[in-house]
């Protein structure tokens, strides 16, 4: 009964305004093309009023922002998965069902890495007002944490001649998430950390990956806050 009365409001409408800019606008084709124009315009309000209302609705600062992070994530953790998983789609009949959970375990970590660097990256977009400047901060971010970050630890190592940090030194890795994605990857496997000898370096503490999957957690909601 809605949708007829509203059909009839379109059909008197349109003829209203037809009749008052005579000469500008003209419906022919009779009846039957009013009706047809009436639906037209009933199918397009029905479907465009409820996109203008959720436009018209206030949004914050912080809503619009996590919802470029959430955007930004799905797809980042999206095409990670499909990527490393077409890998184990190719892999399951070479390696044991041991070996693919390993290797599901280093996906999530990815996941869990991209997400960190995804934090800290919308963090640099709000702070830099510049795009370009945001970039570079990017950049020298990633830089920091993959290679200066560990090669700083290394010198004061070395020149210390290994008198200063001993275990604090390598608890100091968990202030880079690119070393916690490390750790959480190449301590986890029993047999590569007894080969090389890697026990004596990394604490067996740290070697937990609960402990290690909750400081990445923390690397990934602290830039937002």
Same mark, same amino acid.
Do not use: C
């Given at each position: 009964?809605?949708?007829?009365?509203?059909?009839?409001?379109?059909?008197?409408?349109?003829?209203?305004?037809?009749?008052?800019?005579?000469?500008?606008?003209?419906?022919?084709?009779?009846?039957?093309?009013?009706?047809?124009?009436?639906?037209?315009?009933?199918?397009?309000?029905?479907?465009?009023?409820?996109?203008?209302?959720?436009?018209?609705?206030?949004?914050?600062?912080?809503?619009?922002? /996590?919802?470029?992070? &959430?955007? +930004?994530?799905? #797809?980042?953790?999206?095409?990670? %998965?499909?990527? *490393?998983? !077409?890998?184990? =789609?190719?892999?399951?009949?070479?390696?044991?069902?041991?070996?693919?959970?390993?290797?599901?375990?280093?996906?999530?970590?990815?996941?869990?890495?991209?997400?960190?660097?995804?934090?800290?990256?919308?963090?640099?977009?709000?702070?830099?007002?510049?795009?370009?400047?945001?970039?570079?901060?990017?950049?020298?971010?990633?830089?920091?944490?993959?290679?200066?970050?560990?090669?700083?630890?290394?010198?004061?190592?070395?020149?210390?001649?290994?008198?200063?940090?001993?275990?604090? /030194?390598?608890?100091? &890795?968990? +202030?880079?998430? #690119?070393?916690?994605?490390?750790? %959480?990857?190449? *301590?986890? !496997?029993?047999? =590569?950390?007894?080969?090389?000898?890697?026990?004596?370096?990394?604490?067996?503490?740290?070697?937990?990956?609960?402990?290690?999957?909750?400081?990445?957690?923390?690397?990934?909601?602290?830039?937002?806050?």
């Amino acid at each position: 009964m809605k949708l007829l009365l509203r059909l009839v409001i379109n059909i008197i409408a349109i003829w209203a305004a037809t009749w008052l800019l005579q000469g500008a606008v003209s419906i022919q084709g009779g009846w039957i093309a009013w009706v047809v124009v009436a639906v037209i315009f009933g199918l397009v309000n029905t479907f465009i009023r409820p996109i203008v209302k959720l436009l018209s609705l206030p949004i914050t600062r912080l809503e619009l922002l /996590l919802g470029k992070y &959430l955007g +930004l994530a799905a #797809a980042l953790t999206l095409s990670t %998965l499909v990527g *490393f998983g !077409l890998v184990a =789609v190719l892999l399951y009949q070479h390696i044991s069902w041991a070996g693919l959970y390993h290797y599901g375990g280093f996906m999530a970590s990815s996941v869990l890495l991209g997400l960190a660097f995804l934090s800290m990256a919308v963090l640099l977009s709000v702070v830099a007002r510049e795009r370009t400047r945001a970039s570079g901060l990017a950049i020298a971010l990633w830089f920091f944490f993959v290679l200066v970050f560990d090669l700083v630890l290394l010198g004061v190592l070395v020149s210390t001649g290994g008198q200063f940090g001993g275990e604090a /030194l390598a608890w100091l &890795l968990l +202030l880079n998430p #690119a070393d916690v994605f490390r750790i %959480l990857n190449v *301590f986890s !496997l029993d047999d =590569v950390r007894t080969l090389y000898g890697l026990a004596s370096i990394v604490p067996a503490s740290l070697g937990s990956q609960a402990l290690l999957s909750g400081v990445m957690l923390v690397w990934i909601v602290v830039p937002l806050l």
